[in-house]
């Protein structure tokens, strides 16, 4: 499987720019929105998370987070089978740094918090009680995924920059 030149740096660009949207994404809720949900009493903060992680699930969010996933994919290939060329290394790990570090800890972790999150009811000691600890564990994973699809971004970037160095 050769891929071709433009066809290569097409898929550099659309992952050095779906990488740096979903860290942009993630670093949001590490920042501000967790804490802002956290300052909510827990039967609103849980309602309200609830409520995004319904609204998360759309086409837009989904082509970006795993259209960038298929790109890396596509890199990961083509850095092993071009291993020789300058700033494979930038494909290769940027690549695994995003399918690893970002979606394989959202599958891993934060998907299992939210789907312990969806069924507990609001309200409930119980709910107050998970709500306690989903805070701390999802946004501690959260911090993960956006320090690797950042990562992943500037490695990208890196290797956008090295072949219009060559060109």
């Known amino acids: 499987m050769v891929i071709s030149h433009?066809?290569?740096?097409?898929?550099?660009?659309?992952?050095?720019?779906?990488?740096?949207?979903?860290?942009?994404?993630?670093f949001a809720f590490s920042t501000f929105v967790m804490a802002g949900l956290a300052r909510l009493q827990p039967a609103q903060g849980i309602t309200a998370m609830q409520s995004i992680n319904i609204t998360a699930i759309n086409p837009?969010?989904?082509l970006a987070l795993f259209g960038t996933a298929v790109a890396c994919l596509f890199l990961t290939?083509?850095?092993?089978?071009?291993?020789?060329q300058?700033?494979?290394?930038y494909l290769l790990?940027?690549?695994l740094l995003y399918l690893i570090g970002t979606i394989g800890v959202t599958?891993?972790?934060?998907?299992?918090?939210?789907?312990?999150?969806?069924?507990?009811?609001?309200?409930?000691?119980?709910g107050a009680n998970l709500w306690a600890s989903y805070l701390t564990n999802w946004t501690t994973w959260n911090h993960v995924r956006?320090?690797?699809?950042?990562?992943?971004?500037?490695?990208?970037?890196?290797?956008?920059?090295?072949?219009?160095?060559?060109s």
């Open 6 to 26: 433009p066809l290569i740096f097409a898929l550099k660009l659309f992952a050095a720019i779906g990488c740096g949207l979903i860290a942009g994404v993630f």
């Open 60 to 62: 837009l969010f989904m």
């Open 77 to 84: 290939v083509s850095s092993l089978l071009k291993w020789h």
């Open 86 to 89: 300058p700033g494979a290394v």
């Open 93 to 95: 790990i940027g690549s």
């Open 107 to 126: 599958i891993a972790f934060n998907v299992p918090l939210n789907d312990a999150l969806v069924n507990v009811k609001p309200d409930s000691t119980e």
């Open 146 to 166: 956006t320090i690797a699809a950042l990562a992943a971004a500037t490695l990208f970037t890196l290797s956008l920059c090295e072949q219009a160095a060559r």
